[in-house]
Protein backbone atom coordinates (compact mmCIF):
# COMPACT_ATOMS: atom_id res chain seq x y z
CA UNK A 1 0.00 0.00 0.00
CA UNK A 2 1.11 3.54 -0.85
CA UNK A 3 -0.56 6.38 1.18
CA UNK A 4 0.90 10.06 0.54
CA UNK A 5 -0.54 13.15 1.78
CA UNK A 6 -0.98 16.47 -0.50
CA UNK A 7 -1.55 19.57 0.88
CA UNK A 8 -3.67 21.74 -1.72
CA UNK A 9 -5.34 24.53 -1.64
CA UNK A 10 -7.88 24.69 1.66
CA UNK A 11 -8.08 21.00 1.81
CA UNK A 12 -5.41 17.82 2.40
CA UNK A 13 -5.93 14.98 -0.60
CA UNK A 14 -4.67 11.38 0.84
CA UNK A 15 -3.91 9.46 -2.73
CA UNK A 16 -4.34 6.24 -1.55
CA UNK A 17 -3.04 2.69 -4.11
CA UNK A 18 -2.22 -0.86 -3.69
CA UNK A 19 -4.16 -3.12 -1.42
CA UNK A 20 -5.45 -1.60 2.00
CA UNK A 21 -5.53 -4.99 4.23
CA UNK A 22 -5.39 -5.67 7.67
CA UNK A 23 -0.93 -5.31 7.75
CA UNK A 24 -1.39 -1.71 6.06
CA UNK A 25 -4.74 -0.30 7.34
CA UNK A 26 -3.17 1.43 10.64
CA UNK A 27 -0.77 3.68 8.35
CA UNK A 28 -3.85 4.66 6.62
CA UNK A 29 -5.57 5.28 10.23
CA UNK A 30 -2.66 7.14 11.57
CA UNK A 31 -2.47 9.37 7.64
CA UNK A 32 -5.70 10.11 8.22
CA UNK A 33 -6.43 11.00 11.59
CA UNK A 34 -2.71 13.00 11.23
CA UNK A 35 -3.97 14.85 8.50
CA UNK A 36 -7.10 15.86 10.14
CA UNK A 37 -5.53 16.38 13.15
CA UNK A 38 -4.12 19.91 10.58
CA UNK A 39 -7.50 21.10 10.51
CA UNK A 40 -7.73 20.85 7.04
CA UNK A 41 -10.82 18.78 4.90
CA UNK A 42 -9.60 16.04 3.84
CA UNK A 43 -10.25 14.29 0.09
CA UNK A 44 -9.51 10.59 0.29
CA UNK A 45 -8.66 9.54 -3.59
CA UNK A 46 -9.26 5.51 -3.74
CA UNK A 47 -8.97 5.55 -8.03
CA UNK A 48 -5.50 3.25 -7.57
CA UNK A 49 -6.61 0.88 -5.03
CA UNK A 50 -6.72 -2.43 -5.92
CA UNK A 51 -8.35 -4.21 -2.77
CA UNK A 52 -9.45 -2.74 0.31
CA UNK A 53 -10.22 -5.01 3.39
CA UNK A 54 -12.63 -4.13 6.22
CA UNK A 55 -9.91 -2.85 8.26
CA UNK A 56 -9.64 -0.50 5.79
CA UNK A 57 -13.14 0.27 5.71
CA UNK A 58 -13.08 0.94 9.21
CA UNK A 59 -10.36 3.40 9.43
CA UNK A 60 -12.37 5.52 6.87
CA UNK A 61 -15.26 5.44 9.12
CA UNK A 62 -13.53 6.65 12.13
CA UNK A 63 -11.99 9.01 10.12
CA UNK A 64 -15.37 10.28 8.63
CA UNK A 65 -16.28 10.15 12.32
CA UNK A 66 -13.73 12.03 13.79
CA UNK A 67 -14.01 15.19 10.89
CA UNK A 68 -17.59 14.96 11.64
CA UNK A 69 -16.62 16.12 15.17
CA UNK A 70 -14.50 18.42 14.19
CA UNK A 71 -16.64 19.29 11.68
CA UNK A 72 -14.63 19.32 8.66
CA UNK A 73 -15.83 18.15 5.51
CA UNK A 74 -14.55 14.81 4.82
CA UNK A 75 -15.11 12.89 1.03
CA UNK A 76 -13.78 9.63 -0.88
CA UNK A 77 -12.92 10.32 -4.43
CA UNK A 78 -13.21 7.23 -7.44
CA UNK A 79 -14.81 4.31 -5.34
CA UNK A 80 -13.97 1.57 -7.46
CA UNK A 81 -16.82 -0.77 -8.44
CA UNK A 82 -16.15 -3.49 -6.41
CA UNK A 83 -15.23 -1.32 -3.15
CA UNK A 84 -18.43 0.60 -3.60
CA UNK A 85 -20.81 -3.53 -3.44
CA UNK A 86 -19.18 -3.51 0.02
CA UNK A 87 -20.47 -0.29 1.30
CA UNK A 88 -23.38 -1.10 -0.27
CA UNK A 89 -23.75 -4.07 1.77
CA UNK A 90 -22.62 -2.15 4.83
CA UNK A 91 -24.94 0.66 4.50
CA UNK A 92 -22.08 3.00 3.90
CA UNK A 93 -22.63 4.40 1.17
CA UNK A 94 -25.94 6.47 2.50
CA UNK A 95 -23.07 8.00 5.08
CA UNK A 96 -19.62 8.58 3.53
CA UNK A 97 -19.78 11.48 0.61
CA UNK A 98 -18.40 9.99 -2.39
CA UNK A 99 -17.13 12.10 -5.29
CA UNK A 100 -16.37 11.60 -8.86
CA UNK A 101 -14.13 14.39 -9.25
CA UNK A 102 -11.88 17.14 -7.14
CA UNK A 103 -13.82 19.96 -8.27
CA UNK A 104 -17.01 18.32 -7.03
CA UNK A 105 -15.74 18.60 -3.58
CA UNK A 106 -13.89 22.05 -4.28
CA UNK A 107 -17.37 23.20 -4.89
CA UNK A 108 -18.73 21.32 -1.37
CA UNK A 109 -15.80 23.42 0.06
CA UNK A 110 -17.32 26.61 -0.90
CA UNK B 1 -13.01 -6.94 0.93
CA UNK B 2 -13.50 -6.26 -2.40
CA UNK B 3 -14.80 -8.73 -4.94
CA UNK B 4 -13.07 -10.76 -7.62
CA UNK B 5 -14.37 -12.98 -10.40
CA UNK B 6 -11.85 -15.72 -10.48
CA UNK B 7 -12.53 -18.82 -12.03
CA UNK B 8 -9.53 -20.71 -10.92
CA UNK B 9 -9.09 -23.39 -8.22
CA UNK B 10 -9.07 -22.55 -4.49
CA UNK B 11 -9.49 -26.11 -3.29
CA UNK B 12 -7.75 -28.99 -4.95
CA UNK B 13 -8.00 -33.00 -3.49
CA UNK B 14 -6.93 -35.26 -5.01
CA UNK B 15 -7.01 -39.05 -4.03
CA UNK B 16 -8.45 -38.39 -0.53
CA UNK B 17 -8.48 -41.33 1.71
CA UNK B 18 -9.83 -42.22 5.23
CA UNK B 19 -9.18 -44.64 7.46
CA UNK B 20 -10.84 -45.25 11.01
CA UNK B 21 -9.39 -47.91 11.62
CA UNK B 22 -10.75 -51.07 9.24
CA UNK B 23 -13.66 -48.92 7.97
CA UNK B 24 -12.90 -46.73 5.18
CA UNK B 25 -14.68 -43.29 5.68
CA UNK B 26 -13.30 -41.81 2.79
CA UNK B 27 -12.67 -43.48 -0.19
CA UNK B 28 -10.53 -41.69 -3.21
CA UNK B 29 -11.88 -38.46 -3.09
CA UNK B 30 -11.10 -36.40 -6.20
CA UNK B 31 -12.62 -32.67 -5.86
CA UNK B 32 -11.84 -29.02 -7.35
CA UNK B 33 -14.08 -26.15 -5.53
CA UNK B 34 -14.03 -22.84 -8.04
CA UNK B 35 -12.41 -19.74 -6.62
CA UNK B 36 -15.52 -16.90 -5.63
CA UNK B 37 -18.19 -19.94 -6.20
CA UNK B 38 -20.39 -21.25 -3.62
CA UNK B 39 -19.43 -25.50 -3.59
CA UNK B 40 -22.66 -27.62 -1.77
CA UNK B 41 -21.03 -30.37 -0.56
CA UNK B 42 -24.59 -32.65 0.06
CA UNK B 43 -25.60 -36.03 1.29
CA UNK B 44 -27.40 -38.15 3.78
CA UNK B 45 -26.10 -37.94 7.59
CA UNK B 46 -23.31 -40.14 7.49
CA UNK B 47 -22.04 -40.25 4.05
CA UNK B 48 -18.91 -38.69 4.76
CA UNK B 49 -19.28 -35.31 4.39
CA UNK B 50 -18.33 -34.13 7.86
CA UNK B 51 -15.28 -36.21 7.90
CA UNK B 52 -14.17 -34.55 4.21
CA UNK B 53 -14.69 -30.96 6.29
CA UNK B 54 -12.44 -31.92 9.01
CA UNK B 55 -9.79 -33.00 6.39
CA UNK B 56 -10.19 -30.06 4.66
CA UNK B 57 -9.45 -27.73 7.74
CA UNK B 58 -6.99 -29.38 8.80
CA UNK B 59 -8.56 -31.10 12.61
CA UNK B 60 -8.44 -34.58 10.85
CA UNK B 61 -5.03 -35.82 9.23
CA UNK B 62 -6.16 -38.21 5.88
CA UNK B 63 -4.52 -41.51 5.38
CA UNK B 64 -3.20 -40.63 2.01
CA UNK B 65 -3.99 -38.19 -0.69
CA UNK B 66 -3.45 -34.07 -0.56
CA UNK B 67 -5.61 -31.10 -0.19
CA UNK B 68 -4.02 -28.14 -1.82
CA UNK B 69 -5.38 -24.96 -0.83
CA UNK B 70 -3.73 -21.25 -0.07
CA UNK B 71 -0.91 -22.62 -1.51
CA UNK B 72 -0.20 -25.50 1.13
CA UNK B 73 -1.27 -29.22 1.03
CA UNK B 74 -3.38 -29.24 4.06
CA UNK B 75 -3.14 -32.89 4.34
CA UNK B 76 0.77 -33.31 4.65
CA UNK B 77 0.91 -29.85 6.50
CA UNK B 78 2.95 -29.15 9.82
CA UNK B 79 0.67 -27.93 12.48
CA UNK B 80 2.45 -24.27 12.07
CA UNK B 81 1.48 -24.34 8.69
CA UNK B 82 -2.27 -25.61 9.35
CA UNK B 83 -2.25 -22.49 11.54
CA UNK B 84 -0.85 -19.70 8.96
CA UNK B 85 -3.78 -21.12 6.42
CA UNK B 86 -6.68 -20.90 9.33
CA UNK B 87 -6.02 -17.59 9.95
CA UNK B 88 -7.08 -17.00 5.74
CA UNK B 89 -10.10 -19.06 6.51
CA UNK B 90 -13.68 -18.45 8.00
CA UNK B 91 -15.23 -21.33 9.39
CA UNK B 92 -19.40 -21.01 10.78
CA UNK B 93 -20.16 -24.33 12.60
CA UNK B 94 -23.23 -26.22 12.95
CA UNK B 95 -23.84 -25.14 16.42
CA UNK B 96 -22.19 -21.59 16.19
CA UNK B 97 -19.60 -22.32 18.73
CA UNK B 98 -19.98 -18.99 20.05
CA UNK B 99 -18.64 -18.72 23.70
CA UNK B 100 -21.20 -18.49 25.95
CA UNK B 101 -19.58 -16.28 28.70
CA UNK B 102 -18.72 -13.54 26.30
CA UNK B 103 -21.33 -10.66 24.60
CA UNK B 104 -22.16 -11.37 20.94
CA UNK B 105 -19.88 -8.48 20.11
CA UNK B 106 -16.99 -9.56 21.98
CA UNK B 107 -17.30 -13.25 20.44
CA UNK B 108 -16.77 -11.50 17.08
CA UNK B 109 -13.57 -9.78 18.12
CA UNK B 110 -11.87 -12.38 19.48
CA UNK B 111 -10.04 -13.63 16.27
CA UNK B 112 -9.13 -9.77 16.09
CA UNK B 113 -7.65 -9.38 19.32
CA UNK B 114 -6.16 -13.06 19.13
CA UNK B 115 -4.21 -12.44 15.55
CA UNK B 116 -3.91 -9.04 14.95
CA UNK B 117 -2.60 -5.80 16.87
CA UNK B 118 -5.20 -2.92 15.22
CA UNK B 119 -6.38 -0.19 17.98
CA UNK B 120 -9.19 -1.02 19.49
CA UNK B 121 -11.27 1.50 17.55
CA UNK B 122 -10.68 -0.12 14.50
CA UNK B 123 -11.71 -3.72 15.75
CA UNK B 124 -14.58 -2.06 17.52
CA UNK B 125 -15.85 -0.44 14.06
CA UNK B 126 -14.68 -3.62 12.17
CA UNK B 127 -16.89 -6.66 14.31
CA UNK B 128 -19.82 -3.83 14.22
CA UNK B 129 -19.82 -4.05 10.05
CA UNK B 130 -19.79 -7.43 10.03
CA UNK B 131 -22.50 -7.20 12.44
CA UNK B 132 -24.65 -4.92 10.58
CA UNK B 133 -23.65 -6.86 7.59
CA UNK B 134 -25.75 -10.10 8.88
CA UNK B 135 -28.27 -7.53 10.05
CA UNK B 136 -27.46 -7.91 13.86
CA UNK B 137 -25.93 -4.50 14.99
CA UNK B 138 -28.72 -4.04 17.85
CA UNK B 139 -27.60 -7.62 19.48
CA UNK B 140 -24.04 -6.30 19.87
CA UNK B 141 -24.34 -6.60 23.69
CA UNK B 142 -26.54 -9.53 24.24
CA UNK B 143 -25.18 -12.57 25.84
CA UNK B 144 -25.23 -15.65 23.46
CA UNK B 145 -27.95 -17.28 25.61
CA UNK B 146 -30.31 -14.54 25.05
CA UNK B 147 -30.12 -15.76 20.95
CA UNK B 148 -32.15 -17.37 19.12
CA UNK B 149 -30.79 -20.57 16.70
CA UNK B 150 -31.08 -17.93 13.70
CA UNK B 151 -29.90 -15.33 15.33
CA UNK B 152 -27.07 -17.42 16.63
CA UNK B 153 -26.04 -18.80 13.29
CA UNK B 154 -26.01 -15.02 12.53
CA UNK B 155 -23.57 -14.12 14.44
CA UNK B 156 -21.33 -17.71 14.16
CA UNK B 157 -21.49 -16.16 10.35
CA UNK B 158 -20.07 -12.87 11.43
CA UNK B 159 -17.13 -14.04 13.42
CA UNK B 160 -16.40 -16.27 10.52
CA UNK B 161 -15.89 -13.21 8.32
CA UNK B 162 -14.27 -11.03 11.04
CA UNK B 163 -10.68 -11.36 9.09
CA UNK B 164 -12.33 -11.17 5.90
CA UNK B 165 -11.42 -14.96 4.55
CA UNK B 166 -10.97 -15.92 1.38
CA UNK B 167 -12.50 -18.96 2.10
CA UNK B 168 -15.50 -19.46 4.48
CA UNK B 169 -16.75 -23.10 5.39
CA UNK B 170 -20.26 -23.07 6.60
CA UNK B 171 -22.01 -26.37 8.44
CA UNK B 172 -25.27 -26.84 8.06
CA UNK B 173 -26.21 -23.32 8.07
CA UNK B 174 -30.38 -23.98 8.41
CA UNK B 175 -30.20 -27.07 10.24
CA UNK B 176 -32.89 -26.27 12.84
CA UNK B 177 -34.12 -23.16 10.98
CA UNK B 178 -37.53 -22.35 10.40
CA UNK B 179 -38.24 -21.67 6.83
CA UNK B 180 -38.20 -18.07 6.61
CA UNK B 181 -35.09 -17.93 8.75
CA UNK B 182 -33.35 -20.25 6.56
CA UNK B 183 -34.08 -18.69 3.64
CA UNK B 184 -32.71 -15.06 5.14
CA UNK B 185 -29.48 -17.20 5.61
CA UNK B 186 -29.25 -18.60 2.22
CA UNK B 187 -29.35 -14.90 0.61
CA UNK B 188 -27.08 -13.82 3.37
CA UNK B 189 -24.40 -16.60 2.12
CA UNK B 190 -24.88 -15.38 -1.40
CA UNK B 191 -24.70 -11.33 -1.21
CA UNK B 192 -21.03 -12.39 0.85
CA UNK B 193 -20.19 -14.64 -1.76
CA UNK B 194 -21.23 -11.13 -4.89
CA UNK B 195 -19.97 -8.49 -2.41
CA UNK B 196 -16.53 -9.75 -1.40
CA UNK B 197 -15.83 -12.26 -3.81
CA UNK B 198 -15.40 -14.87 -1.46
CA UNK B 199 -15.20 -19.11 -2.00
CA UNK B 200 -17.70 -20.65 0.17
CA UNK B 201 -17.86 -24.33 0.66
CA UNK B 202 -21.07 -25.71 2.57
CA UNK B 203 -21.92 -28.60 3.96
CA UNK B 204 -25.60 -29.57 4.10
CA UNK B 205 -28.54 -32.08 3.56
CA UNK B 206 -31.12 -29.56 3.08
CA UNK B 207 -32.58 -29.85 -0.44
CA UNK B 208 -34.38 -26.15 -0.20
CA UNK B 209 -31.02 -24.05 0.69
CA UNK B 210 -28.66 -26.08 -1.76
CA UNK B 211 -30.74 -25.29 -5.13
CA UNK B 212 -30.72 -22.00 -4.14
CA UNK B 213 -27.13 -20.92 -3.46
CA UNK B 214 -25.00 -23.86 -4.90
CA UNK B 215 -22.87 -22.79 -8.01
CA UNK B 216 -21.22 -26.06 -7.97
CA UNK B 217 -22.92 -29.57 -6.36
CA UNK B 218 -20.93 -32.88 -5.10
CA UNK B 219 -22.56 -35.30 -3.70
CA UNK B 220 -21.51 -37.91 -1.83
CA UNK B 221 -22.81 -41.29 -0.90
CA UNK B 222 -21.19 -43.88 1.64
CA UNK B 223 -17.35 -41.88 1.72
CA UNK B 224 -17.48 -41.89 -2.63
CA UNK B 225 -18.37 -38.52 -4.37
CA UNK B 226 -20.69 -39.98 -6.73
CA UNK B 227 -21.45 -36.85 -8.50
CA UNK B 228 -20.54 -33.46 -9.39
CA UNK B 229 -22.06 -30.77 -11.33
CA UNK B 230 -24.34 -27.72 -11.44
CA UNK B 231 -27.28 -27.90 -10.04
CA UNK B 232 -28.92 -27.69 -13.45
CA UNK B 233 -26.75 -30.59 -14.34
CA UNK B 234 -27.49 -32.84 -10.80
CA UNK B 235 -31.01 -32.23 -11.15
CA UNK B 236 -31.30 -33.45 -14.47
CA UNK B 237 -29.24 -36.78 -13.55
CA UNK B 238 -29.92 -39.86 -14.21
CA UNK B 239 -28.15 -41.90 -11.61
CA UNK B 240 -29.93 -43.06 -9.46
CA UNK B 241 -28.34 -42.54 -6.18
CA UNK B 242 -28.94 -39.24 -7.07
CA UNK B 243 -32.21 -38.79 -7.92
CA UNK B 244 -32.91 -40.84 -4.65
CA UNK B 245 -31.45 -38.40 -2.68
CA UNK B 246 -33.48 -35.40 -4.32
CA UNK B 247 -36.82 -37.51 -4.35
CA UNK B 248 -35.51 -38.42 -0.78
CA UNK B 249 -37.18 -41.77 -1.85
CA UNK B 250 -36.69 -44.65 1.13
CA UNK B 251 -34.28 -46.92 1.12
CA UNK B 252 -34.67 -49.70 -1.41
CA UNK B 253 -37.59 -52.53 -1.07
CA UNK B 254 -35.66 -55.72 0.58
CA UNK B 255 -35.23 -58.15 -1.94
CA UNK B 256 -32.87 -61.12 -0.64
CA UNK B 257 -34.94 -61.25 2.59
CA UNK B 258 -32.63 -64.23 3.41
CA UNK B 259 -29.69 -62.37 3.19
CA UNK B 260 -30.63 -59.66 5.45
CA UNK B 261 -32.41 -61.16 8.11
CA UNK B 262 -29.01 -62.94 8.39
CA UNK B 263 -27.26 -59.55 8.32
CA UNK B 264 -29.52 -58.92 11.07
CA UNK B 265 -29.08 -62.13 13.16
CA UNK B 266 -25.51 -62.60 12.32
CA UNK B 267 -27.41 -65.91 10.45
CA UNK B 268 -27.58 -67.95 13.90
Known amino acids: MECNVKSEFGYDLLELSGEVDLQFSPQLREKILGSLKTGNPLLIDLAKVSYIDSSGIASLVEGFQTAKTSKLQYGLLNISNTAMQVLTLTRLDKIFDLYSSIDQFKQKLQ | ?268
Open chain 2, 1 to 268: MTGNTQTDTAITIRNLVVDYGPRRILNDINLDIPSGQIMVIMGQSGAGKSTLLRCILGLKKPTSGSIHMLGTDIATASQKEIYKARKQIGVAFQGGALFSSMTVGENIELPLREHTNLDEKTIQIMSRIKLDMVNMLDAEHLMVAELSGGMAKRAALARAIIMDPKLLFFDEPSAGLDPSTAAELDQLIITLKISLGMTIVVVTHELDSIFKIADHIAVMKDGNIVETGTPQQISASTNPEIQGLLNRKPRETIVDTDAHLRRLTGGF
